[in-house]
């Protein structure tokens, strides 16, 4: 009787860390901390190219700081396998600014905190909108991530557009992104997922 007793107790062990494991009770969330941008922080997607029917996997590490007319902007490293990209972000307590060299060709906004309804314009560009389209439970490579807002993006310019679908978790940041794009006929189409993450 002792030896099921104990045998239950360590299945429930195993089955508590794995319930753990799966959710997002762990995360710390805070409302000027949809993308957590300390030294250190790690990222890994797994991307999917729906044109070519490829899928690899995009490291991104936060790997210091830098100044961007007169602004500290922390250092993104996007590294694809074969080339990397640097993506420059500043966060105030009401938005989120990408700076960006070759990440999707165009600079991103977001407005925070995220509510369900909101929506802004990117300038220069009136044509780029975004709005929150919903807040809410996503599930990604099996684990669960609760309060995750989806972003809709759409832009166009001369011989350009871009539609783009983003889900942000507070505390960890982008957890999956789908995009659509035709830059003068170089056209992309593609879903990145997070398949892992380490937050400093």
């Given amino acids: 009787m002792r030896r099921i007793a104990v045998i239950l107790f360590a299945w429930t062990l195993l089955l508590t860390a794995c319930e753990k494991q799966e959710s997002d009770d762990d995360i710390n969330e805070t409302e000027a901390n949809y993308f957590p941008n300390s030294l250190g922080s790690y990222w890994k997607y797994q991307r999917q190219d729906h044109l070519t029917n490829t899928t690899d996997t995009i490291s991104v590490t936060i790997t210091g700081d830098t100044i961007v007319s007169d602004k500290i902007y922390a ?9 990397i990209d640097i993506l420059y972000v500043s966060q105030n307590d009401d938005s989120v600014k990408f700076y960006t060299s070759h990440f999707n060709w165009m600079d991103r906004l977001y407005i925070t905190p995220f509510e369900l309804g909101l929506g802004w314009k990117t300038p220069p560009f009136n044509s780029d909108t975004s709005y929150v389209s919903a807040v ?6 099996g684990r669960s991530y609760e309060n995750v807002a989806r972003i809709e993006r759409s832009t166009e310019s001369f011989n350009y557009f871009l539609d783009e679908s983003i889900w942000i978790k507070p505390g960890v940041g982008l957890v999956k992104f789908q995009f659509n794009a035709d830059n003068s006929g170089a056209e992309s189409n593609e879903t990145w997922e997070l398949i892992e993450f380490q937050i400093q």
């Fill in 136 to 141: 809410g439970e996503i599930f990604i490579n």
């Fill in 75 to 83: 250092v993104w490293e996007y590294d694809y396998g074969q080339r």
